[in-house]
């Protein structure tokens, strides 16, 4: 199973982007999806996820700000990123919740600077 994350990018502060996480390889249903959220030299958090019913959670510091989504016909989970702050910056990566440690990919990197 291969999950890559794409989408991220340089955005000022108060901007959107719109995360993709497509799953590929074998069969692979997939059930509860995190994104995760790793900040320059610090560890990476679990920002959001959602169940394969669309039930999601968030962590504090997004919580109103970034949406969490899925199309299960696509294997494909998203993760809107709207009112970005600086300390979103970081590399946004994909995972099973719990995380599997097999599966992580190389993330996708989010600026958000002026």
């Known amino acids: 199973v291969q999950l890559q994350a794409s989408g991220g990018g340089l955005v000022q502060p108060g901007g959107s982007l719109m995360l993709s996480c497509e799953a590929s390889?074998?069969?692979?249903?997939?059930?509860?999806m995190g994104w995760w959220h790793q900040a320059p030299g610090r560890r990476r958090q679990l920002v959001a996820d959602?169940?394969?019913?669309?039930?999601?959670t968030y962590a504090y510091s997004v919580k109103g700000r970034f949406t969490a989504s899925r199309d299960n016909t696509k294997n494909t989970v998203y993760l809107h990123l709207n009112n970005l702050k600086p300390e979103d910056t970081g590399d946004y990566y994909c995972n099973t919740n719990p995380y599997n440690s097999q599966y992580w990919g190389q993330g996708t990197q989010v600026t958000v600077s002026s």
């Open positions: 390889g074998s069969t692979f249903n997939m059930p509860t």
């Open positions: 959602i169940t394969r019913s669309g039930i999601t």
